[in-house]
């Protein structure tokens, strides 16, 4: 039975990983250069305890059933994770009234630990939060994850079982045979199939259009600001101020690497390509941030980015056969918390896949040596402190590239840009290089390192420097070599001269 699954965002690759547990040829289809390089790029990166959604809705099933699996998940896959619990800040007594009801919820949803502290504990958890903050509902089982790693940690499993990941091929229609899916049609050619899942985030109610299903996608943008690893310990946990009308509102956590982060605002647009920041929206979760840490320095920005929410009207999950058509699961509206659901998102769609394939005689088997964990690669920045450098020199000694550093910032080496390339889902851009090993995303932003990543980039995949691009096809880095281009310049020169 062959499974194409359109999309390789946090979600498609969860599932690909949850299927390439099985006896079955398992296509993950991508439209860009790269998995992760949709929403599952930018976004606040935490894992929701559980406590806001409503427990009647999918969303919020789904995701107080995935919080505590994340611990073992991220160990199987060496994704970082840290579970620093969250606050929600309120400062007056109707604020008071709405935690109290968030934490009935959450008491619903079946969370045992969340508890409503007063001032002086919170000042003593967060010694640099607005003074004027009375009250917060804390959750521990809050978390942070890097959510570009979680998603390539995803997609590497399922090629280590098996899976094929298939990057820059866009899905245009599909084709059916007797109401039945039959297959995709791409610009790459044609791919038959027995089943297809939907899981192209933005672009989901797209693709279901193609099976008559009608769905409408409204994006939501989101900015943000990452700060600098100097201001890292501004603040311990991740802090949610009152929730707004369409968000959670603009919030102040650390990463899983030690920056800070604060956002995102929201703002419906109509355009699902278009990322740009803009000063008033900056300048909004600038604000918005200090109202919760009033001391946020504006100097310790290193760089902005937004990220498109995918909403339906109903602000709910819809994960469902197609009604028109057998064989295509539709996976719309995944907005937060989606990432923090993906685990209780896959075995759901794989049930729904066993029961399909149970329908149509196919009856999937479980391998018998599906492989759980990703293996350990080498990170010198896991091997900074003292007692651990010797460990380091032992790596170094066996492979000299560990011993290289190429990114400054972030200490990264040549070894693990190498490891990268080589990776079960190659790096092949220099974007692909920096989610997987934090090469340029640190305080110079590739000014230091971003030529020594196109070299390496260059000689290891074999191609002119010319082809080497950002983020994949019309982000080329480089325009033409500097010796031709004085060779035009000369012919311009000369022929200005002659007229
Ligand atoms: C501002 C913001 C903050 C958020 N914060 C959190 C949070 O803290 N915690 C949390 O749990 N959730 C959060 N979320 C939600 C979370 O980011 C999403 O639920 C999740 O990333 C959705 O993943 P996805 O795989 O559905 O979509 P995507 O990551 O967008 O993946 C879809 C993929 O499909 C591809 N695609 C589209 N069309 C086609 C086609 N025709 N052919 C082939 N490929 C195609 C795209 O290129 C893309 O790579 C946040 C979202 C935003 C925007």
Redesign the pocket.
């Known amino acids: 039975m062959r499974i194409i699954i359109?999309?390789?965002?946090?979600?498609?690759t969860a599932i690909a990983r949850e299927l390439s547990r099985y006896e079955t040829d398992v296509v993950l289809?991508?439209?860009?250069a790269d998995v992760a390089?949709?929403?599952?790029k930018?976004?606040?990166?935490?894992?929701?305890a559980g406590y806001n959604a409503d427990f009647n809705t999918l969303k919020g099933k789904l995701n107080v059933k995935s919080n505590p699996v994340f611990d073992k998940l991220c160990a199987d896959l060496k994704v970082p994770f840290k579970r620093i619990g969250s606050f929600v800040v309120g400062f007056n007594e109707q604020d008071l009234k709405e935690l109290k009801k968030k934490k009935e919820n959450g008491e619903k949803n079946g969370l045992n630990n969340l508890e409503i502290i007063g001032r002086k504990q919170l000042i003593s958890q967060e010694p640099n939060i607005n003074k004027n903050a009375k009250y917060a509902l804390y959750a521990p089982e809050a978390a942070i994850i890097s959510?570009y790693e979680l998603t390539i940690a995803y997609a590497d499993n399922a090629v280590i079982n098996g899976a094929q990941v298939v990057l820059n091929?866009?899905?245009?229609d599909l084709y059916f045979e007797d109401g039945k899916i039959s297959g995709v049609k791409t610009n790459q050619g044609e791919i038959k199939a027995d089943l297809v899942i939907n899981?192209?985030?933005?672009?989901s109610d797209k693709?279901a259009g193609m099976a008559n299903d009608e769905f409408k996608i409204n994006p939501r943008k989101?900015e943000y600001h990452l700060f600098d690893k100097e201001y890292g310990d501004i603040v311990n946990h991740i802090l949610f101020p009152m929730p707004a009308k369409n968000s959670k509102g603009i919030l102040v956590l650390p990463t899983v690497h030690g920056n800070i982060l604060i956002g995102?605002n929201a703002y419906d647009t109509n355009d699902k390509d278009e990322l740009s920041t803009t000063n008033k929206g900056l300048d909004e979760i600038l604000k918005g941030a200090r109202r919760l840490i009033p001391e946020i320095p504006e100097k310790g920005i290193i760089t902005s980015f937004s990220?498109?929410?995918?909403a339906l009207d109903s602000g709910d999950f819809h994960i469902d056969f197609s009604k028109n058509k057998g064989g295509l699961i539709n996976i719309i509206g995944?907005?937060?918390?989606?990432?923090?659901?993906t685990p209780a998102i896959s075995e759901m769609v794989v049930q729904m896949v066993k029961d399909y394939s149970n329908s149509e005689k196919y009856n999937l088997k479980l391998k018998k040596d599906f492989k759980q964990e990703n293996p350990k690669l080498p990170h010198y920045y896991e091997y900074e402190e003292k007692e651990k450098v010797d460990e380091w020199q032992k790596i170094v000694k066996e492979n000299e590239d560990y011993g290289e550093i190429i990114c400054r910032c972030e200490h990264v080496s040549r070894g693990e840009i190498i490891d990268a390339i080589n990776s079960p889902v190659p790096a092949q851009t220099i974007d692909g290089i920096k989610r997987r090993t934090r090469a340029s995303s640190g305080r110079c932003q590739a000014g230091f390192c971003g030529p020594r990543l196109l070299k390496i980039l260059s000689d290891q995949l074999d191609i002119d420097p010319l082809q080497v691009s950002k983020k994949g096809s019309g982000s080329q880095i480089l325009k033409a070599r500097s010796k031709q281009l004085i060779l035009e310049k000369t012919k311009q020169d000369k022929k200005a001269g002659d007229q």
């Open positions: 359109i999309g390789a965002g946090v979600i498609g289809l991508e439209k860009t390089n949709g929403t599952s930018a976004n606040s990166g935490i894992i929701h959510p091929t866009e899905v245009y899981a192209a985030g933005l672009y693709i989101g995102p990220g498109l929410r995918a995944i907005q937060s918390p989606g990432l923090s659901s």
